[in-house]
């Protein structure tokens, strides 16, 4: 959501002792608090994850009660789903705020301090609410990564089942696409972004919500198909200022370059991808590098192509400021030659990888540049999509999701597999890099 939110006041609650919240959450940076909702102007009521890891629960900024978790909540590959399910009426004060994620209550708190009974809360209250922000002031702790399935029932304390089931094949929390059986959701229930970027109520209840400060941008990106990303702290390798914005799929750099790997590392199957140049300056390498790679901030660490010095790990990547086809098989760098096309601000980059032959193959808006042939080795353990640029530098990837940062794609290409929306047309034989494509 970067900085944007969504707000809403809300009206006389049917009972403010007695409330559920449900999201469904994707993190593209763990090293910042990002806030699920909050409500109150001062000694404000958050649901959030913490800079540390934690999920909290704060009460009036923790002068009336605070849940932390012991359990730290840094996976950028994953969705999440989160519950806070309150009744302040029990007589058990640990009865009176129930925390589940993923289907599972959380029991062990590094904080644990309740409610009093028959605390009225400020979540649920007639006053502002903010979804993806922090409601105290010009909001703030914005949520970092992307939500779907929003919801809150106002007057009763559920179970998350109500909004997710275990999959009976996988073992797997997933998400219930309708909630059964019907709710009550009383004054100030509310279901949003349920379907794409919708911030109007669909629970029946008329509850609406406000885009603010910018714009809410609509992903393919989904509990039911969770999409490669990038991530902030995630195989970041030798960047001081580097920006995780629109859902971890645009990558900015600042006072220095630097390599970053992607969220999903595939070891069998053929995917797509394309990236959009948003602005360039100098060396800019589009790739893939091998599972094992490391972060570590020196010249042995990950660094995509890799400096003639370096010892990187099992890289193949298209300099498009030098025309340079570059792989590394973990010793020797080989650059293959500067017969190949430039890229620059606004071309379209389509990376195109097949783990099953052991190739890689790169496009530039929509024209073939090269077909690279690896061996196996290559591919062990799995291989995560990857770049490395220099300072002042903007990407903007599309594993699928059908926008380039908050633009949709100008004219979807086909895709026989059905599964993501990209630009151009995607080769035969190949899918989007998501958890529907794994499964192909």
């Given at each position: 959501?970067?900085?944007?939110?969504?707000?809403?006041?809300?009206?006389?609650?049917?009972?403010?002792?007695?409330?559920?919240?449900?999201?469904?959450?994707?993190?593209?940076?763990?090293?910042?608090?990002?806030?699920?909702?909050?409500?109150?102007?001062?000694?404000?009521?958050?649901?959030?994850?913490?800079?540390?890891?934690?999920?909290?629960?704060?009460?009036?900024?923790?002068?009336?009660?605070?849940?932390?978790?012991?359990?730290?909540?840094?996976?950028?590959?994953?969705?999440?789903?989160?519950?806070?399910?309150?009744?302040?009426?029990?007589?058990?004060?640990?009865?009176?705020?129930?925390?589940?994620?993923?289907?599972?209550?959380?029991?062990?708190?590094?904080?644990?301090?309740?409610?009093?009974?028959?605390?009225?809360?400020?979540?649920?209250?007639?006053?502002?609410?903010?979804?993806?922000?922090?409601?105290?002031?010009?909001?703030?702790?914005?949520?970092?990564?992307?939500?779907?399935y929003v919801a809150q029932i106002d007057g009763t304390q559920e179970l998350p089942g109500i909004f997710g089931e275990t999959d009976s094949t996988t073992g797997e929390w997933k998400i219930k696409t309708t909630i059964t059986p019907s709710v009550a959701w009383g004054n100030n229930g509310f279901l949003i972004l349920k379907n794409g970027n919708s911030v109007t109520d669909q629970s029946g209840e008329g509850n609406n919500f406000a885009v603010t400060a910018g714009t809410l941008t609509n992903t393919e990106d989904c509990p039911s198909n969770n999409f490669a990303t990038f991530a902030k702290n995630y195989l970041a390798r030798n960047t001081s200022n580097p920006t995780f914005s629109n859902g971890g799929t645009t990558i900015g750099s600042g006072g220095d370059s630097g390599s970053f790997a992607g969220a999903i590392a595939p070891t069998t199957g053929k995917y797509y991808w394309e990236v959009k140049i948003v602005n360039a300056n100098n060396s800019r390498r589009i790739g893939i590098v091998r599972s094992d790679a490391t972060n570590t901030n020196s010249s042995t660490g990950f660094q995509i192509g890799g400096a003639s010095g370096s010892t990187t790990i099992w890289t193949a990547s298209y300099d498009?400021?030098?025309?340079?086809?570059?792989?590394?098989?973990?010793?020797?760098r080989t650059q293959l030659g500067t017969t190949y096309a430039t890229y620059t601000t606004n071309d379209i980059i389509g990376v195109a990888v097949d783990c099953d032959n052991y190739t890689i193959t790169w496009y530039k808006n929509n024209t073939l540049i090269y077909a690279l042939s690896l061996n196996a080795t290559y591919f062990e353990g799995g291989v995560f999509p990857a770049n490395r640029h220099d300072t002042n530098q903007t990407l903007s990837y599309n594993f699928g999701n059908g926008v380039f940062g908050t633009t949709a794609v100008a004219s979807a290409g086909t895709n026989a597999s059905g599964n993501g929306i990209f630009e151009y047309d995607v080769p035969t034989g190949y899918t989007a890099l998501s958890t529907k494509g794994l499964n192909l």
């Open positions: 959501m970067a900085t944007t939110y969504l707000s809403r006041t809300a009206g006389t609650p049917t009972n403010n002792k007695k409330w559920t919240f449900s999201a469904w959450c994707k993190r593209s940076a763990i090293d910042v608090a990002s806030t699920l909702i909050s409500a109150g102007s001062s000694a404000v009521d958050a649901i959030s994850m913490a800079s540390n890891g934690k999920f909290n629960y704060v009460i009036a900024a923790g002068n009336s009660g605070q849940l932390t978790t012991s359990r730290l909540f840094q996976d950028v590959s994953a969705w999440y789903h989160i519950v806070v399910a309150v009744d302040t009426t029990q007589a058990t004060a640990a009865n009176r705020v129930k925390i589940y994620i993923n289907g599972v209550q959380e029991t062990v708190f590094s904080t644990e301090t309740y409610p009093s009974q028959n605390f009225d809360t400020k979540i649920n209250s007639a006053i502002l609410h903010t979804v993806g922000g922090y409601s105290s002031g010009s909001s703030g702790d914005f949520w970092s990564g992307s939500m779907s498009g400021g030098n025309g340079y086809i570059i792989h590394r098989d973990g010793v020797t």
